[in-house]
């Protein structure tokens, strides 16, 4: 029986599904920023998610964005025309005509505070895309052999090699969360443990090839969706 979700799967499953967390090419396109557009109105324009194309390009307050920027809209086939957003002008009267849109526009949500930092450093690579490839999590750079301690209480569904990643965990939280732990170096939990938020898991192991440069790479996922960790952690 094969699951659908890795965060889902029945007893006859042996390991979650890992094929799932390979990155790979994301199609879409580079939309640029013109006068008067804005975030909602782009995504308007795409019929996209303004919380996803939030998260993928780092953007944490709508009035972020600026003419000249590039923004990624994944699943897009071709830049889209957007129309500009024209404030109203006031009545005759003096009184100014409501520019209350029709549909008000949703807020950028960030679930800070969702998981502790699992370590402590500077981050050298951010979610969102690289030369076409989607990256799906943030990579915190520490020195190796570094603790690494779980981002919250939950299950380890997965604690071994893993193509790709190198020595990962992939442990299973409350409300269909998991958070993935990869590039280490030792591993301190197994399959089938229960492990509290801020309990030591692994330590921090170099880049696959490398001697010189040691970090983790980190992912909070949902319904098996990556998300942007940035949006999930505390504030620095």
């Keep these: ?12 499953c042996s390991h979650p599904p890992t094929h799932l967390l390979m990155p790979g090419k994301t199609k879409g396109i580079y939309h640029t920023v013109k006068k008067k557009q804005t975030l909602w109105s782009i995504c ?13 390009n780092n953007i944490d307050n709508p009035s972020q964005i600026k003419v000249g920027d590039r923004l990624f ?31 008000k526009p949703p807020k950028i949500v960030k679930h800070t505070g969702t998981f ?21 999590g943030i990579d915190i750079k520490a020195r190796a052999g570094t603790q690494v301690v779980a981002a919250g209480s939950g299950k380890v569904v997965f604690a071994n090699y893993l193509e790709g ?54 992912q909070v996922r949902r319904y098996n969706r990556p998300r942007n960790p940035l949006f999930y952690l505390p504030s620095r």
């Design 1 to 12: 029986m094969v699951c659908s979700l890795w965060l889902v799967w029945c007893s006859s």
């Design 44 to 56: 308007n324009a795409y019929n996209v998610n303004l919380q996803d194309i939030a998260e993928i």
């Design 73 to 103: 809209i994944p699943g897009a086939t071709k830049v889209l025309y957007v129309p500009p957003t024209v404030k109203q002008k006031p009545r005759t009267n003096g009184k100014p005509k409501s520019t209350r849109p029709k549909t």
């Design 116 to 136: 502790i930092w699992p370590l402590k450093g500077s981050i050298i690579k951010k979610f969102g895309m690289y030369n076409g490839t989607k990256h799906d």
């Design 165 to 218: 990643y190198g020595n990962t965990i992939i442990m299973q939280h409350g409300d269909n969360y998991a958070t993935v732990y990869a590039n280490n170096g030792k591993q301190f939990v197994s399959e089938g443990q229960w492990v509290s938020k801020g309990k030591k898991i692994a330590s921090v192991g170099y880049a696959s090839g490398s001697k010189k440069t040691a970090y983790l790479h980190f």
